[in-house]
């Protein structure tokens, strides 16, 4: 099974969620035969949607079809891991997933950092224009996805996430926030979730 992070705008493989699930990757690869262990990719992305989606894809079209793949995305990573979902057909974790991300990160354009470094990087009108060329009404085959969230989430309208991703595994939390700070203690669901398409299509033995 290959399992793909996908982190946020201004965040990074360094984010709290993303080590979260990889530990607990870690910890089940270690307790399993090799034959079941996942390969995890949580790759940086690039600030030009464009080019995130081109890296994205190359990396899913390069496992081809001998395992199955799941995708985690958090906040804009949750944007993109459902076109993911819609273009390939895997399982896929929404974690506070962005639903209008050209019309909310408008009010970023200029020069902005990363939350995990002291770098930083120009947004630009561009850039909001390649996420608004791919915002899409399309969602389909709601019980493959699990969405996690946040009724007190800061940043995204929880009304707005529901409604977008009308999800079949959907865990609406009272408060929390955008971070979910709480995702320590709900990793091994998503990890539950994730484990759950380890079925895969075999040939038959002759």
């Known amino acids: 099974m290959r399992l793909l992070y996908l982190h946020g705008f201004r965040s990074s493989p360094q984010s709290a969620k993303a080590m979260t699930m990889h530990w607990h990757v870690l910890a089940h690869n270690a307790a399993v035969p090799a034959g079941q262990r996942i390969t995890w990719h949580c790759p940086q992305l690039p600030p030009s949607p464009r080019l995130a989606m081109r890296k994205i894809m190359r990396w899913v ?5 001998g395992q199955s793949l799941v995708v985690i995305g958090s906040s804009l990573g949750g944007f993109y891991a ?12 929404l974690l506070n997933p962005a639903v209008y991300p050209a019309r909310d990160l408008t009010a970023f354009i200029g020069r902005v950092t990363n939350w995990h470094d002291e770098g930083g990087y120009e947004f630009t ?18 019980q493959r996805y699990m969405a996690i969230i946040s009724k007190g989430d800061e940043v995204l309208s929880w009304r707005e996430m529901t409604a977008r991703y009308p999800a079949a595994h ?26 759950a398409s380890q079925a895969r299509t075999r040939k038959p033995r002759l």
């Open 61 to 65: 079209q390069s496992g081809g079809s």
């Open 82 to 93: 459902a076109l993911v979902a819609q273009a390939t057909g895997c399982r896929c974790v």
């Open 125 to 142: 009108q561009q850039h909001v224009d390649e996420l608004r060329a791919m915002q899409t009404t399309a969602f389909t085959r709601p």
């Open 170 to 195: 959907m865990r609406l939390l009272p408060r929390s926030d955008h971070a979910i700070s709480e995702f320590d203690g709900m990793a091994s669901e998503v990890l539950s979730f994730v484990l």
